[in-house]
């Protein structure tokens, strides 16, 4: 067998892989594993840098799937390569419930997996944050332990999606030389060819941004590597853009839309088999090409086992460094750091803006995490996220730990995303609230991945004033509660930060939002307890002696509204109660007894919020007051807004007078 060859054995073990999975589970998208298995077969036999028996190793090159649609591909070849977690049976059942081999790849359902894919284009995202992080790490670590490359197959789709410009132009502006994307240039997507709705000059468009480009035929394994080879060598990040044909040997349906995410079908499966020269029963891989796959699963073996020489010769404090990083654990002066802080806190009683206190916090936390990289989309003195440790990353100095990300959330939140894969650092982020629609995608996916990054999203209500209803969030407090797995914190003051912030940097495998204020807000916990109180999601922040006639619930800068009203009520003798509830999300996972003594009894409860009602219903049942927004929020003054939508201290005592007295009748 010549070199070529056992090189289309090899690929077409992918190809039949995915189509005999893809024809078994009656689903699935074999079009794009048969068209890049020649991409593949090069990328993971001669170039990755992996260990299948390791697959976790820190130094690993990353490979992301970006056009997840193709998944078969990946599982594929981590069957052949060897990979544990990947076993024949598991492509067997492709797309079943409880199998590895999910409808798109999933971070977590196996070892080999970089990240979830399908969303088009948030891989090629996550992988500008892996380089970024890698770059990070180098700087901190030495490339004798960091050096590695990160690869990326994207196709049309990815690159069609506008988070694909963010992500591309981040990345050369930052010249990450060691991304290296490879695009599945097959011109077909669902609807038909490419040229019905795209006629962008792709290679132009990544050399505006500073990138290499190469372009070759994707089904030519020398012109595959003699590109890989100069992209490693680049001082730029590099596009290749691979010419193939998308469904490769079937004689039907090759080069069209039919095989993009079909079945082939028994008769154009035979037809394949026959074009293909591959007699072998469905699953069946001939030893010798077996046997192959698995010797380039071994192909890094001695690279890992250098590294580790490397690695056990740097000093025990650098190891055990590197080490926690990697797991993700805290530095252990971190909680003392938290209770310090919190005891001056209640010596001060400062009335602060939340972004301000968001800020004050990080000043602290930052000198005892070394790993956190803040960063703001351009909002930097608006978000207040870069203290004095965090100077700024640039293209030519990774030490830094401040990234200005530019007008890109979407992009931000996807790297993001890959920073936190990538292990060893801590993201965080800065925005306006509003503007979470425009990362929200991303953000499901740590969410949905169990990722900890961290947004800090200041300006979270009609509460910024003039900015006006398009800066304004009213609805997004209730769509980030809806997301699973997410914190969407609203601290009150000052101390409520401080908790806020201690939980999302504790919380390995949440995401957290941060809803900050721009407007100041008077300390409403004035003593100092160690316990971390939003821990709960809801707590009493002011008790009453009696049974409470009337019970506030608040979060944020509402809370402040809520205990004015307290007060109000108080003077009026009726007896009331105020619950601060920082976040829904952690509220829901505490005890039925101690939701039910936070709910209580009060004949009369209120909730009050400066936005949409939606969630509320859990804390005040259906015949609750609410006193928020309606719809959208007004230009002016943040007081004048507050008496315009009537969420003040005097609509809350009103309402609650005017329930209590239609109870007593
Ligand atoms: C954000 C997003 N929009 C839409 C889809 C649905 N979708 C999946 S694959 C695909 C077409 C992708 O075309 P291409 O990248 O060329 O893949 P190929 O046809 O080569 O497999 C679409 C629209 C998706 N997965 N993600």
């Not at 990070?136 to 004798?144: E, N, S, V």
């Not at 608006?382 to 007008?407: A, C, E, M």
Request: aromatic residues 8%.
């Amino acid at each position: 067998m010549t070199d070529l060859e056992k090189h289309q054995r090899m690929a077409n073990a992918i190809r039949f892989l995915a189509i005999d999975a893809v024809e078994k589970a009656k689903s699935g998208h074999p079009g794009l594993p048969m068209g890049a298995a020649d991409i593949a077969t090069v990328l993971f036999t001669e170039f990755l840098k992996f260990d299948p028996t390791a697959p976790n190793w820190a130094d690993r090159d990353r490979f992301v799937l970006s056009a997840g649609h193709g998944s078969m591909l990946l599982y594929s070849l981590l069957y052949l390569l060897g990979y544990e977690d990947f076993s024949l049976d598991e492509l067997k059942n492709f797309r079943q419930i409880g199998a590895r081999t999910a409808g798109h790849p999933e971070y977590g359902h196996g070892a080999g997996i970089e990240t979830t894919t399908g969303p088009l284009g948030q891989g090629l995202g996550n992988a500008v944050g892996m380089a970024i992080a890698e770059r990070l790490q180098a700087d901190r670590f030495g490339t004798d332990i960091v050096d590695h490359f990160t690869y990326v197959l994207a196709g049309d789709g990815c690159l069609m999606e506008g988070i694909s410009q963010e992500a591309l132009s981040l990345a050369g502006h930052l010249k990450l030389n060691k991304l290296i994307v490879i695009w599945d240039d097959n011109g077909i997507s669902i609807d038909g060819a490419i040229s019905i709705t795209d006629s962008t000059d792709q290679i132009a468009r990544f050399a505006a941004s500073g990138w290499n480009t190469i372009s070759i035929d994707g089904h030519d394994p020398a012109a595959i590597a003699s590109a890989i080879r100069q992209a490693q060598a680049s001082d730029s990040p590099t596009l290749i853009a691979a010419k193939t044909t998308i469904g490769f040997g079937s004689p039907k349906k090759a080069g069209t839309n039919g095989v993009h995410g079909s079945p082939l079908g028994t008769d154009e499966v035979a037809a394949t088999r026959e074009a293909l020269n591959w007699s072998h029963e469905p699953f069946d891989v001939p030893s010798d090409i077996l046997d192959a796959w698995r010797i380039a699963g071994l192909r890094s073996a001695h690279a890992h086992k250098d590294w580790e020489k490397r690695f056990a010769e740097k000093d025990a404090e650098t190891r055990a460094e590197f080490e926690r990083r990697n797991r993700g654990d805290l530095p252990s002066g971190f909680e003392a750091a938290v209770q310090d802080y919190k005891k001056q806190l209640a010596e001060e009683k400062p009335t602060m803006a939340t972004r301000k206190a968001s800020e004050a916090v990080l000043n602290v936390l930052n000198e005892v995490i070394p790993e956190t990289i803040g960063g703001s989309a351009d909002l930097t003195g608006s978000n207040n996220t870069k203290t004095k440790q965090t100077l700024p990353v640039t293209p030519d100095d990774f030490s830094g730990r401040y990234i200005h990300w530019g007008i890109r959330e979407h992009g931000m939140a996807a790297a993001m995303n890959g920073m936190a894969l990538h292990g060893g650092l801590i993201p965080y982020s800065g925005g306006f609230l509003i503007f979470s629609d425009y990362c929200r995608p991303s953000i499901r996916l740590a969410a949905l991945m169990n990722q900890r990054v961290i947004h800090v999203m200041t300006h979270d209500s009609i509460g910024l004033g003039e900015d006006g209803p398009t800066h304004q969030p009213v609805e997004h407090f209730a769509a980030l509660r809806a997301i699973p797995n997410l914190y969407f914190f609203r601290p009150a003051d000052v101390t409520e930060t401080l908790e806020c912030w201690q939980l999302a940097l504790e919380a390995k495998e949440t995401p957290s939002i941060l809803a900050l204020t721009r407007q100041n807000l008077a300390a409403q916990r004035t003593t100092y307890e160690e316990e971390n109180r939003c821990a709960y999601g809801a707590y009493v922040l002011i008790d009453s002696e009696d049974e409470a006639a009337v019970t506030i619930f608040a979060s944020g800068s509402e809370v402040e509204i809520a205990a004015a009203a307290h007060a109000q009520l108080a003077e009026a003798g009726i007896t009331a109660r105020v619950v601060s509830v920082p976040c829904f999300e952690l509220f829901e996972t505490q005890s039925d007894d101690y939701k039910a003594s936070v709910i209580g009894n009060s004949p009369v409860k209120v909730a009050v919020e400066a936005g949409i009602k939606m969630g509320w219903e859990r804390f005040i049942g259906t015949d609750g007051i609410f006193v928020g927004m309606k719809g959208f929020g007004a230009s002016g003054p943040y007081k004048a807004l507050y008496e315009h939508f009537g969420i003040t201290p005097e609509a809350i005592v009103s309402a609650a007078r005017d329930k209590l007295s239609s109870l007593d009748n």
